[in-house]
């Protein structure tokens, strides 16, 4: 009973393309959050986007919310070999306090 | 500035031994929690804390228990380990609502 849920699961493309990477969840929220994981380390905070904003960037990031469709995608543009991860998007359910993830998009980026 | 400080990173049980998963945060952060990652599963929230004092059950929270030590330090023990407990843990913390959550490396848990 997850909140949220990625897609694609898996997405693979050459350096230098853009990857988007998509994030449907359940209920309403205060926020979504993106994350990054690298193989075999802890998750690392990408972008935070609030209920009530559209879109936000972050450098190559481009982060959108739609409340109504509950929906986010994350854009990376120009990726790198150094991008090569999972990412998971995360979100409060209007608890505040409490955190469910989707089960991520692992994203391979060929040199 | 260590961050999220997990020990230890792996272990190896055998069905019903316990053990306890210590995390320490340096941030001054007032909530903590534990997260287990299973393949394909995503993570999943065992236990929280959201202020020192207070804890509450998350999603997976059958088969353990948690101590709020102080402000800086969350456990997560396991009383009598199952095999369907191994798992990747992970300890995160938080300043507060509408803020990022900072996460430690983990402990590769396995249990036979």
């Known amino acids: 009973s997850q909140q949220g849920e990625e897609d694609p699961q898996a997405l693979s493309i050459q350096e230098g393309e853009n990857a988007t990477m998509n994030c449907s969840y359940k209920?309403?929220?205060?926020?979504l959050q993106w994350y990054r994981q690298n193989s075999g380390r802890g998750l690392v905070h990408l972008i935070l986007?609030?209920?009530?904003?559209r879109e936000k960037h972050s450098g190559r990031l481009r982060v959108t919310l739609d409340t109504s469709k509950k929906s986010s995608s994350l854009l990376i543009t120009a990726s790198r070999a150094a991008d090569t991860a999972s990412y998971f998007c995360?979100?409060?359910?209007?608890?505040?306090?409490?955190?469910?993830f989707g089960t991520g998009t692992s994203l391979t980026v060929i040199p | 500035n260590a961050g999220v400080t997990q020990t230890p990173k792996f272990q190896v049980l055998k069905t019903g031994q316990s053990m306890t998963l210590q995390c320490a945060q340096d941030?001054?952060?007032?909530?903590m929690y534990w997260y287990r990652q299973d393949p394909g599963m995503g993570l999943r929230l065992i236990y929280y804390s959201a202020s020192e004092g207070t804890t509450d059950k998350g999603e997976v929270p059958n088969g353990y228990n948690v101590s709020r030590l102080n402000k800086r330090e969350f456990s997560l023990r396991l009383e009598s380990a199952a095999p369907s407990q191994t798992s990747v843990y992970f300890c995160?913390?938080?300043?507060?609502?509408?803020?990022?959550?900072?996460f430690g490396d983990g402990t590769r848990l396995s249990i036979l």
């Open positions: 209920t309403s929220i205060n926020n």
């Open positions: 986007i609030r209920s009530n904003e």
């Open positions: 941030m001054n952060h007032n909530s």
């Open positions: 995360a979100t409060d359910a209007n608890t505040g306090n409490q955190f469910y």
């Open positions: 995160a913390s938080i300043l507060g609502g509408g803020w990022a959550q900072h």
